[in-house]
């Protein structure tokens, strides 16, 4: 992805209903296609907004919790994915064992990333935007909604597009865009939606990453249900994000309750 907004994207074509794995890497289940329309990296370079001392937002005080909380979530956020660290090397192969079990990986560096919507052999070139944290999101996603995870991956469910949304990259782009929406990078949340969001994260310290499985799916069913194609993705995510907002307004207890975590499948 381009930091500067200009950069390159990566499509899906879809040849089958879904990616037929075995115990060796098939490179006839997927057409990965790259090309110059920023789709997604354009994305990512918008939400890391200059924020300034003029600006004028309201913000909401925080309890001795949700502010010890609150920095240790951007303590997270702040860690830039490095694969010279063993810790994130171990995440990226448990990332691929968990999406490809019995499948083994012939390195880091790899054509086989692709096959996960990567935009290249490399992920820690798509991981440069989002840190260690898109890492961790993919990974708690895969681990704790596998049916979910799997269906999304293989495109297993729905009426698909032709061409479809990179899932990896896809991942990344979320994980950025909940970023922006609850204003984590601010010393306090000056939004109803972000003040909302850290009361859930005082009470779970997954909140976050929870959040991002629901809105992972959330995103699929929007572009399902707006029979969207891959430069169709700016408006899904748009989309996704208002919905989201609407529903965390709601009087709600935890984020168990909202309306799209029902999509979610264990």
Same mark, same amino acid.
């Given at each position: 992805?381009?930091?500067?907004?200009?950069?390159?994207?990566?499509?899906?074509?879809?040849?089958?209903?879904?990616?037929?794995?075995?115990?060796?890497?098939?490179? +006839?289940?997927?057409?990965?296609?790259?090309?110059?329309?920023?789709?997604?990296?354009?994305?990512?370079?918008?939400?890391?907004?200059?924020?300034?001392?003029?600006?004028?937002?309201?913000?909401?005080?925080? +309890?001795?919790?949700?502010?010890?909380?609150?920095?240790?979530?951007?303590?997270?956020?702040?860690?830039?994915?490095?694969?010279?660290?063993?810790?994130?090397?171990?995440?990226?192969?448990?990332?691929?064992?968990?999406?490809?079990?019995?499948?083994?990986?012939?390195?880091?560096?790899?054509?086989?990333?692709?096959?996960?919507?990567?935009?290249?052999?490399?992920?820690?070139?798509?991981?440069?935007?989002?840190?260690?944290?898109?890492?961790?999101?993919?990974?708690?996603?895969?681990?704790?909604?596998?049916?979910?995870?799997?269906?999304?991956?293989?495109?297993?469910?729905?009426?698909?597009?032709?061409?479809?949304?990179?899932?990896?990259?896809?991942?990344?782009?979320?994980?950025?865009?909940?970023?922006?929406?609850?204003?984590?990078?601010?010393?306090?949340?000056? +939004?109803?939606?972000?003040?909302?969001?850290?009361?859930?994260?005082?009470?779970?310290?997954?909140?976050?990453?929870?959040?991002?499985?629901? +809105?992972?799916?959330?995103?699929?069913?929007?572009?399902?249900?707006?029979?969207?194609?891959?430069?169709?993705?700016?408006?899904?995510?748009?989309?996704?994000?208002?919905?989201?907002?609407?529903?965390?307004?709601?009087?709600?207890?935890?984020?168990?309750?909202?309306?799209?975590?029902?999509?979610?499948?264990?």
């Amino acid at each position: 992805m381009d930091d500067r907004g200009g950069g390159s994207f990566v499509a899906v074509r879809r040849i089958s209903s879904g990616l037929d794995r075995g115990n060796s890497y098939h490179s +006839t289940s997927a057409e990965v296609v790259a090309g110059s329309a920023a789709w997604l990296g354009r994305g990512l370079s918008c939400v890391c907004a200059q924020r300034r001392e003029s600006d004028a937002h309201p913000s909401f005080d925080l +309890t001795p919790a949700e502010e010890e909380c609150l920095q240790r979530l951007q303590q997270r956020i702040d860690v830039a994915y490095d694969s010279s660290i063993p810790e994130h090397q171990e995440a990226l192969r448990a990332l691929w064992k968990s999406a490809f079990p019995g499948e083994e990986l012939s390195g880091l560096i790899s054509e086989q990333w692709k096959e996960m919507g990567w935009q290249g052999k490399d992920p820690s070139t798509d991981f440069r935007g989002g840190g260690f944290i898109s890492l961790e999101n993919l990974l708690f996603f895969a681990r704790n909604f596998p049916k979910s995870f799997q269906d999304l991956l293989r495109k297993q469910e729905g009426d698909r597009a032709i061409w479809e949304y990179p899932f990896a990259v896809a991942g990344v782009n979320i994980t950025f865009m909940l970023i922006q929406m609850l204003d984590l990078e601010a010393v306090k949340p000056r +939004t109803v939606v972000g003040a909302t969001f850290l009361k859930f994260l005082a009470e779970n310290e997954s909140a976050f990453d929870l959040l991002y499985c629901i +809105t992972f799916k959330l995103m699929d069913h929007q572009w399902l249900a707006m029979h969207a194609s891959y430069m169709d993705f700016n408006n899904v995510m748009k989309a996704t994000r208002h919905q989201l907002e609407r529903e965390l307004l709601q009087h709600i207890t935890c984020l168990e309750d909202l309306p799209s975590y029902s999509l979610l499948s264990r």
